[in-house]
């Protein structure tokens, strides 16, 4: 069984080598890597890795969104050109493990028929107390299990969408974000080899508010349309307003905040990953003096979003509700025409009825 990964990035410098390393040590046979125009160092990290054929290379340097022509051309690559039998296509931030433990990630697709062709895996958000700069390998350790009114609380609207893994297959089509595929799945993972990913998308402020702009300004010079709700474009708009720096800060719990979160469940621990890698960027942590009001800050602004976001909602179902009101309206109008039109035809009638008996 031949196991590929794909992999798009941009400016990943401070997690890329590892998570390289993680999937390589996880049994993965061929990775196929597109850098997309990185310039923090990530080019030439990859360049590194495909020198001693551990990675497949290609360079993509515009920045246009394009990440499901990408990809789903890489997807096809492992499936032409290196004979996986299953593909995965993940991003710089994600860790795919077994979920059982004792198993290599290959081991796991070892044991999924590829009768079932595509199947869903869970990713769960990994968080941690906030920093400046760092990987966050060794920070983030827990499991983010918070709920959604939780979320909405420090400015989030939910937890990652689910990625997909899919058999090789060479007219595979991956959509917008790795979350679907254009093959449908036809059976259950079987007990045992199912496999999840821990996601890292927070790891500190640099690197996020980097992420951050480069997203949105890929989606600016795409011919794309994102969603008013899209939770890149909602930060890149906050990051260009100077907001987004209070938010990074309340989404991510504080000591006290953590230490509650263990006791009910929120947070859960999970340290497979800083136990496997190390941590190539040391942490940076954030002004311990500031980060109290930046925090409240953030929680202010938050709240004002759901606030403004429950107004629009507010706005539109009033809208909805006086259009259906004014199609009532003219219906009624309608039936009252029609009925007036019958009742003067009536009358028409039995005043000719009346004329000819008089006569």
């Not at 990185?38 to 969104?65: C, N």
Request: charged share 25%; hydrophobic share 40%.
């Amino acid at each position: 069984m031949r196991l590929a990964m794909t992999l798009m990035v941009r400016d990943e410098a401070d997690i890329v080598g590892a998570m390289i390393d993680h999937h390589l040590a996880q049994g993965v046979d061929t990775l196929i890597v597109t850098d997309n125009g990185s310039v923090d160092g990530t080019a030439e990290l990859l360049e590194g890795f495909a020198a001693d054929g551990r990675i497949v290379l290609h360079h993509e340097p515009e920045h246009r969104k394009q990440q499901a022509v990408t990809v789903t051309r890489m997807a096809r690559e492992a499936a032409t050109e290196h004979g996986a039998d299953w593909v995965i296509n993940a991003d710089a931030d994600e860790f795919w493990l077994p979920r059982a433990d004792g198993l290599t990630l290959k081991e796991a697709f070892s044991g999924i028929p590829k009768s079932i062709q595509a199947f869903d895996v869970p990713v769960h958000d990994m968080i941690g107390p906030a920093a400046l700069a760092g990987t966050g390998l060794q920070r983030l350790v827990y499991r983010d299990l918070r709920s959604e009114a939780t979320l909405h609380r420090v400015g989030l609207k939910a937890h990652a969408t689910h990625d997909a893994a899919h058999i090789g297959d060479p007219g595979i089509e991956v959509v917008q974000g790795n979350h679907f595929v254009s093959l449908e799945n036809r059976g259950p993972v079987p007990d045992g080899f199912e496999v999840e990913v821990l996601h890292f998308p927070w790891r500190s402020w640099e690197q996020y508010s980097r992420k951050v702009r480069n997203a949105g300004s890929a989606y600016e010079n795409s011919e794309l349309t994102p969603s008013p709700n899209h939770h890149g474009m909602r930060d890149y708009r906050r990051l260009l307003a100077g907001v987004l720096y209070p938010l990074y800060l309340c989404r991510h719990p504080d000591a006290a905040e953590l230490e509650a979160g263990l006791s009910t469940g929120e947070y859960v621990l999970d340290t497979r990953i800083a136990e496997a890698v190390g941590s190539p960027v040391a942490d940076r942590p954030v002004d311990a003096a500031t980060e109290p009001v930046d925090r409240a800050v953030g929680l202010a602004l938050a709240d004002l979003d759901r606030r403004l976001a429950a107004a629009v909602d507010d706005r539109a179902t009033a809208a909805a509700q006086l259009h259906a009101a004014r199609e009532e309206n003219r219906a009624l109008h309608e039936q009252l025409g029609m009925l007036r039109s019958r009742r003067v035809v009536r009358l028409a009638d039995g005043a000719a009825r009346l004329l000819r008996g008089r006569r």
